[in-house]
């Protein structure tokens, strides 16, 4: 016996109802999936300075893992991303960059990358008990005694020295001596220790995570290590 019309219209209603309800509960379990890795797992964020060039470029996207510190520790040689310890941005930089409605949602669900130049990133070279100086006979930076060869720094033709900067200090418990990769448009620690303006270290409490691949643009889709090699004299006289 064949339906009526009116039950045949009824069964229709209800198969899009059906589709909807399970739209809406997929869409919502991907929110809430997305909001979670954002928050316990990773993010990712933008760079707003050439303080890390040729390593990342101005307005590149990084993947940050939260894990470190919280449940892995750092590393010397980690790029991370930290909150501004002291002002390091200066009042009008600090200040969040303005966006639209659909950006900011976006980006509290960890769908972007948040549009504000209130984090910074750098490259951790010294950990807590470390001796860092500058520069030794050849230039270089040393950790613990050790001169580091560092690929991975972009310095200006005809330099001599690994950074503008002559420094020897012991990073205190806690804290972290970071420096930018562009040693000489950096406003890292050895900047602010050499202007003796603010404080030069930067509290492991502050650190959001540590960076772990370029995300965009795509052509410059690679993963970020923390040169292992370059450390290894410099663990080898670890502070006991």
Same mark, same amino acid.
């Not at 990342?56 to 930290?82: C, K, M, Q, W, Y």
């Not at 002002?87 to 639209?100: C, I, K, T």
């Not at 991975?152 to 001599?160: E, H, Q, T, V």
């Given at each position: 016996?064949?339906?009526?019309?009116?039950?045949?219209?009824?069964?229709?209603?209800?198969?899009?109802?059906?589709?909807?309800?399970?739209?809406?509960?997929?869409?919502?379990?991907?929110?809430?999936?997305?909001?979670?890795?954002?928050?316990?797992?990773?993010?990712?964020?933008?760079?707003?300075?050439?303080?890390?060039?040729?390593?990342?470029?101005?307005?590149?996207?990084?993947?940050?893992?939260?894990?470190?510190? +919280? /449940?892995?520790?750092?590393? %010397?040689? !980690?790029?991370?991303? #930290?909150?501004?310890?002291? =002002?390091?941005? &200066?009042?009008?930089?600090?200040?969040?960059?303005?966006?639209?409605?659909?950006?900011?949602?976006?980006?509290?669900?960890?769908?972007?990358?948040?549009?504000?130049?209130?984090?910074?990133?750098?490259?951790?070279?010294?950990?807590?008990?470390?001796?860092?100086?500058?520069?030794?006979?050849?230039?270089?930076?040393?950790?613990?005694?050790?001169?580091?060869?560092?690929?991975?720094?972009?310095?200006?033709?005809?330099?001599?020295?690994?950074?503008?900067?002559?420094?020897?200090?012991?990073?205190?418990?806690?804290?972290?001596?970071?420096?930018?990769?562009?040693?000489?448009?950096?406003?890292? +620690? /050895?900047?602010?220790?050499? %202007?003796? !303006?603010?404080?030069? #270290?930067?509290?492991?409490? =502050?650190?959001? &995570?540590?960076?772990?691949?370029?995300?965009?643009?795509?052509?410059?889709?690679?993963?970020?290590?923390?040169?292992?090699?370059?450390?290894?004299?410099?663990?080898?006289?670890?502070?006991?």
């Amino acid at each position: 016996m064949s339906e009526t019309p009116p039950e045949t219209e009824k069964r229709r209603r209800r198969g899009v109802w059906v589709f909807v309800r399970d739209l809406a509960l997929i869409l919502v379990a991907a929110l809430v999936i997305s909001f979670g890795i954002k928050t316990f797992l990773i993010r990712s964020f933008y760079i707003p300075s050439p303080s890390m060039t040729h390593t990342l470029e101005v307005n590149d996207r990084v993947i940050v893992s939260l894990l470190t510190p +919280s /449940a892995i520790p750092i590393h %010397r040689g !980690d790029v991370v991303v #930290f909150s501004d310890p002291d =002002d390091w941005l &200066g009042a009008e930089d600090s200040v969040p960059r303005q966006q639209s409605p659909v950006t900011a949602a976006l980006a509290f669900l960890g769908l972007t990358a948040p549009d504000d130049n209130d984090h910074l990133i750098k490259r951790v070279i010294g950990l807590p008990g470390d001796t860092v100086a500058c520069c030794s006979a050849s230039g270089r930076v040393t950790v613990n005694g050790a001169p580091l060869s560092e690929p991975y720094i972009n310095l200006p033709i005809g330099s001599s020295k690994d950074d503008p900067f002559t420094f020897k200090v012991q990073v205190p418990k806690g804290d972290l001596w970071v420096m930018g990769d562009n040693r000489y448009e950096s406003a890292d +620690s /050895a900047y602010h220790y050499s %202007r003796k !303006d603010l404080p030069p #270290f930067v509290p492991i409490r =502050d650190v959001v &995570g540590r960076a772990v691949a370029i995300s965009w643009p795509i052509s410059r889709w690679t993963i970020l290590g923390n040169y292992p090699a370059t450390f290894q004299a410099a663990s080898a006289h670890d502070p006991k």
